[in-house]
Nanobody, 124 residues
Framework: QVQLQESGPGLVKPSQTLSLTCTIS??????????WSWVRRPPGKRPEWVGA???????YYSPSLKSRTTISGLTSENRFTLQLTSVTPEDTAVYYC????????????????WGQGIQVTVSS
């Protein structure tokens, strides 16, 4: 079964808001050892950590994206969201949600779970 799955619009116009949702299997919820993370991979570049939310609902953001990023969720429906405002073509990337033990980790570890990723293109 799919443990985490990203969803949202795959095409966003410049200056608009990118909005994605990660749906989580209920079996993964309820452990304070893990963070719920968003990572993106622009074409031809290394993965970049965007931000994360912890078990208690506190959010943490990459310093370079903090002013434009909001992560929230972990509701009773087992979802958390990413909103990235004022997007430019440089925000084009495959976006992943993940459950990780290291908050800003961009690599896969044995205890981690990653979604399949969703392509988001910023273009007019």
């Amino acid at each position: 079964q799919v443990q985490l799955q990203e969803s949202g619009p795959g095409l966003v116009k410049p200056s608009q808001t990118l909005s994605l949702t990660c749906t989580i299997s209920s079996s993964l919820i309820g452990n304070k050892l893990y963070y719920w993370s968003w990572v993106r991979r622009p074409p031809g570049k290394r993965p970049e950590w965007v931000g994360a939310i912890d078990y208690d609902g506190s959010a943490y953001y990459s310093p370079s994206l903090k002013s434009r990023t909001t992560i929230s969720g972990l509701t009773s429906e087992n979802r958390f969201t990413l909103q990235l405002t004022s997007v430019t073509p440089e925000d084009t990337a495959v976006y992943y949600c993940a459950r990780v033990r290291v908050m800003s980790d961009t690599s896969f570890n044995p205890d981690d779970y990653w979604g399949q990723g969703i392509q988001v293109t910023v273009s007019s």
